[in-house]
């Protein structure tokens, strides 16, 4: 039940995601037009190409929870940190796009921008963050890296709205000669993006080579793990993440002198009480030890 409730928090953040980012591109669009500002076209294109990465997240969220098959025994979650690779795609390209326009603006002399672009981007700074903050605790209670991703989108558009406002008020306030600050604002958001990029991409790549990233996990497993009677402690406990749920390898502890069978019941017994305290685990696989022996 709550693989589907995680599913359904998720793609209901993502479509929040996408409507938000389109509405944006359009309005942050048209002011840059008629508002005479390269920041806040830059600011556009970064949100359209957030349309095409919110959509992919959508797509990544709904294969990733589909259930396990004969070809996929541990499902399709690993599809979810590929989606996050695209998503960081996207996002480099964008920052790369904004900042090759950004210095060809610089060297080619234009007019200042109009006083009421700022005004917009005080609103969308605002509307941004709080989209920042929403989906990013959408992912932490769905344990999604792409949402997380989806959510870092909003936060590197804010801070490129951040620094359009800043280049803008610049560029208005000094008057002639410093049209081009508006430019350098939009060259500085496309290097800021780009440092966005690792902090996404990296936890990702964990997340596909099996790196040892969940400790506080490990530590509960444990912990409910010596509830169960029968079970005096745990050895190794390995864990891997797949889309949403965390797949655990354990060796658990008993009495040496049980029986096959009642060594195989409890270890069904501790798998069915983990699943109940730790909602999030996938697939269990206990390995029964005697206690006193060491693997």
């Not at 008020?169 to 002639?176: N, Q």
């Not at 406990?237 to 658990?252: N, P, Q, T, W």
Request: one cysteine or more; proline letters at 3%; charged letters at 20%.
């Amino acid at each position: 039940m709550a693989e589907a409730t995680n599913e359904q928090i998720a793609i209901k953040a993502t479509y929040f995601s996408i409507i938000g980012n389109t509405s944006l591109a359009l309005i942050k669009g048209a002011a840059g037009i008629f508002g005479n500002s390269y920041a806040l076209i830059a600011d556009a294109i970064e949100s359209t190409a957030d349309i095409f990465s919110s959509a992919l997240v959508l797509f990544g969220i709904k294969y990733s929870s589909r259930p396990a098959d004969e070809n996929h025994p541990y499902g399709h979650g690993r599809a979810e940190p590929l989606i996050t690779f695209l998503v960081v795609g996207f996002l480099i390209t964008s920052a790369t796009i904004i900042a090759y326009e950004s210095i060809e603006n610089i060297q080619t002399p234009h007019g200042l921008p109009k006083p009421f672009t700022l005004f917009i981007l005080g609103a969308i700074i605002i509307w941004k963050e709080i989209s920042f903050r929403l989906v990013m605790k959408r992912s932490k209670e769905t344990n999604s890296s792409s949402l997380k991703a989806d959510a870092w989108h909003h936060r590197s558009d804010a801070i490129t709205s951040v620094a359009a406002f800043i280049g803008i008020s610049v560029a208005l306030f000094m008057g002639k000669g410093y049209e081009a600050a508006d430019d350098w604002s939009a060259l500085f958001a496309a290097g800021f993006i780009l440092y966005n990029c690792y902090h996404i991409f990296r936890p990702a790549l964990g997340e596909i080579m099996d790196e040892n990233l969940y400790e506080d996990i490990i530590e509960e497993i444990r912990k409910v793990s010596i509830t169960v009677q029968g079970i005096s402690g745990t050895e190794k406990c390995f864990i891997r993440k797949s889309g949403m749920k965390y797949h655990v390898d354990l060796h658990a502890l008993v009495d040496g002198n049980l029986s096959v069978r009642a060594g195989h019941e409890l270890a069904h017994k501790l798998q069915d009480t983990l699943h109940h305290h730790i909602p999030e685990l996938g697939n269990i696989l206990i390995h029964i030890e005697p206690s006193g022996h060491h693997d």
